[in-house]
């Protein structure tokens, strides 16, 4: 059974400092990694891919994998009130961006304080 | 740009029932997905169809079924509904496989 773990939350952090989620996965042969944001009643949105190890940045965001010790995180630097959120990981055993057999985690419900 | 479109946004039936759920992805789009999100399980995968084509399915049973139509719209079918069912069903597409995908609204299901 493949699993992806999450930790619930919520997650507080004031206005402007840096936000840290973190993800585990089961599967060792999952080969891409999502992080998704989803707003109270609203659809997931993709916010960043990543495929190889080290660190990946768009902009405020920064995307870590670490495929040894199986885990995904996602800073959020200068949080902004905006940003509070469930985010939600996603691991494929694909290469590749596409949504075939994600496995999601529960999601971390982020609040940032202003 | 039209994102993806779902359709009813809302829908309640009663156990034992038949639902229909559709989906119209962004123009040029060729992939399809689907999925659940059931309250306190997350989202859970439970179709792809590509080319008109189902390609991968989750762990539910036969009753969740689909198809995609030349357009690339699809439909996704659950028959004999059960309580257990209701659930927000989204739908995502892409322009292939290997590209990033996006979701729809979803459709909420309700059967009581």
């Known amino acids: 059974q493949k699993e992806v773990e999450q930790n619930s939350g919520p997650l507080s952090v004031p206005e402007g400092a840096i936000a840290s989620l973190n993800c585990t996965y089961s599967?060792?042969?999952?080969?891409?990694f999502f992080w998704y944001r989803q707003y109270s009643g609203k659809s997931p949105e993709l916010i960043m891919s990543?495929?190889?190890?080290g660190d990946k940045e768009d902009g405020r965001f920064t995307a870590q994998l670490n495929k040894a010790s199986q885990y995904v995180s996602l800073l959020i630097r200068d949080s902004q009130p905006s940003d509070s959120a469930t985010y939600l990981c996603?691991?494929?055993?694909?290469?590749?961006?596409?949504?075939?057999?994600?496995?999601f985690g529960k999601g971390t419900h982020l609040i940032i304080q202003p | 740009e039209a994102g993806v479109t779902q359709s009813p946004t809302h829908l309640i039936k009663t156990r034992g029932q038949q639902a229909t759920l559709r989906c119209s992805p962004i123009s040029g789009h060729t992939s399809v997905y689907w999925y659940q999100q059931a309250l306190g399980l997350g989202l859970q995968f439970l179709l792809w169809?590509?080319?008109?084509?189902?390609?991968n399915r989750g762990n539910f049973p036969p009753r969740f079924s689909g198809r995609q139509f030349p357009n690339y719209s699809s439909e996704l079918n659950v028959n004999a509904l059960e309580l257990e069912d209701s659930a927000l069903y989204l739908c995502?597409?892409?322009?292939?496989?290997?590209?990033?995908?996006?979701f729809g609204q979803g459709t909420r299901l309700t059967v009581v």
């Open positions: 996603a691991v494929s055993p694909y290469s590749g961006g596409g949504a075939d057999g994600l496995t």
């Open positions: 169809y590509d080319e008109g084509e189902e390609r």
């Open positions: 990543i495929y190889s190890n």
């Open positions: 995502a597409s892409s322009p292939d496989r290997n590209t990033e995908a996006f």
């Open positions: 599967d060792r042969v999952s080969q891409s």
